[in-house]
């Protein structure tokens, strides 16, 4: 079955370093790849998102991830953390031939920023 | 201004209850989807719908019930079936290749 691993459940940052959470899928067919960011109680905002055009993706609020296919790799990446940016990351998939563009996420990724 | 709304925010079940919970957009999107999202086990697909009167079940269907009767309305029904129904439920809806979620609904069953 197709996956999408996220490494890390939870990630701690001081506020002002990189950010980094990764995420690697299974498939040797470039999906369209996800990340989409949630706040406590709310649903889920799109950051940004890959559809086979440039390799670098930039999103809102400074998110930026690359996509790699040699190691089925769409990290995600801020150059400098800010506080608001505490939440929960998730990274989404859709593998070729998904019906109705379904999406398989990964578990998630949360993301502290100690001041 | 454009949206998808879900009703209520959080709900309260008891034990052999049916329960509904709403999903509205007026963004004109034909696909929709309900989701259930469980502490560390990121978002699970209930059941999608592509276009108004059809729907097809995802891969955590059983005790779940939908229907769609109108493009900008897809309701989900929580049946007693449901054994353990204490969760977050993400309504979303697609546009081309992206899914925009709306804020959920927090159920708990006491």
């Known amino acids: 079955a197709q996956s999408v691993t996220q490494l890390g459940s939870h990630v701690s940052v001081s506020e002002g370093a990189l950010v980094l959470l990764r995420c690697n899928y299974s498939?040797?067919?470039?999906?369209?790849l996800f990340w989409y960011v949630q706040y406590p109680n709310q649903g889920l905002q799109l950051l940004l998102k890959?559809?086979?055009?440039?390799?670098l993706v930039k999103g809102i609020n400074g998110f930026e991830a690359e996509f790699k296919k040699s190691e089925t790799s769409f990290h995600l990446t801020k150059p400098s953390a800010h506080m608001s940016d505490a939440a929960e990351y998730f990274c989404a998939v859709r593998y070729s031939g998904a019906g109705s563009y379904q999406l398989t996420f990964g578990k998630g990724t949360k993301l502290s920023v100690i001041p | 201004d454009g949206g998808i709304t879900q009703s209520p925010k959080y709900l309260f079940r008891k034990e052999g209850q049916n329960v509904t919970l709403s999903c509205e957009q007026n963004?004109?999107?034909?696909?929709m989807y309900w989701y259930r999202q469980d502490p560390g086990q990121g978002l699970r697909l209930i059941y999608y719908s592509q276009i108004v009167n059809d729907f097809q079940k995802g891969d955590i269907a059983e005790g779940y019930s939908v229907s769609r009767e109108k493009k900008e309305s897809f309701p989900l029904t929580v049946t007693s079936a449901q054994k353990n129904p204490t969760a977050f439920y993400l309504c979303a809806s697609r546009h081309t290749d992206t899914q925009y979620f709306g804020p959920g609904t927090r159920l708990t069953v006491l």
């Open positions: 498939s040797s067919v470039p999906p369209y």
């Open positions: 890959y559809t086979s055009a440039a390799t």
């Open positions: 963004l004109n999107h034909d696909a």
